[in-house]
């Protein structure tokens, strides 16, 4: 039971570039979150999914997109990559009103 | 959902029990109280929630005042492991699923 997955660890973008973060759980969470975390700032959330086929914006979705078409997987994509989107970012699971698990996040640098 | 309140940092003694504060004075009826920590950048971690009743876990404990304005997160006995940023959240529990909402949390340092 690996929990929650995220890769890449480390990820450095240029300005305007693209790509996209992966999240996979195997805990059969419904649930499924995006958040990121800047520099001795708190969480803030980006996107969420309540099941496969549903989402719904956060806190902070502009500039990215997700999708949720699986149970198991929940990818966050950013189009046109800006120096503001440097950040820690941390997907999250859960079984509806269950606790988060968290994974142990993907640090991005956009220069 | 109702906004929390914690001191920026702490310092505790190897051992010796920690008691982080936590204010939530709007709380609603209906909302709980979450904890969680975060140890040098790795993902959160939960460690317990409650509603109105105290609660106890293999990691700490929650006192949550009667009033339910404010609560105690109480590691017993401090490790250094312990050093993280403690994070007070209060939410309610519905379908739509659990959107908690971080702040800046407590930055606890367990000391020698």
């Known amino acids: 039971n690996a929990g929650v997955t995220q890769t890449p660890k480390f990820r450095i973008l240029k300005i305007g570039q693209s790509m996209t973060l992966q999240c996979t759980q195997d805990m059969n969470h419904n649930y499924m979150y995006w958040y990121r975390q800047d520099p001795g700032m708190g969480l803030k959330l980006i996107y969420y999914s309540v099941g496969a086929g549903i989402t719904d914006k956060g806190e902070v979705p502009n500039g990215y997109n997700v999708s949720r078409s699986t149970t198991e997987d929940f990818p966050l994509r950013l189009e046109l990559a800006a120096p503001s989107q440097t950040s820690v970012y941390f997907c999250?699971?859960?079984?509806?009103?269950?606790?988060?698990?968290f994974g142990n996040g993907t640090r991005l640098t956009v220069t | 959902d109702a906004k929390t309140t914690q001191p920026t940092s702490m310092d505790c003694a190897e051992g010796r029990a920690a008691n982080l504060p936590c204010n939530h004075s709007t709380i609603s009826g209906n909302e709980y109280v979450y904890w969680y920590r975060q140890i040098h950048s790795q993902g959160p971690q939960y460690i317990i929630h409650?509603?109105?009743n105290n609660e106890t876990n293999e990691m700490a404990s929650l006192i949550i005042t009667e009033d339910r304005k404010s609560s105690t997160l109480i590691l017993p006995h401090a490790t250094l492991r312990d050093t993280a940023v403690y994070y007070c959240?209060?939410?309610?529990?519905?379908?739509?699923?659990?959107?908690?909402?971080f702040g800046g949390g407590t930055r606890l340092m367990v000391k020698p």
């Open positions: 409650g509603l109105k």
């Open positions: 999250a699971s859960s079984y509806r009103n269950s606790p988060l698990h």
């Open positions: 959240i209060v939410r309610v529990a519905n379908n739509a699923g659990n959107m908690l909402t």
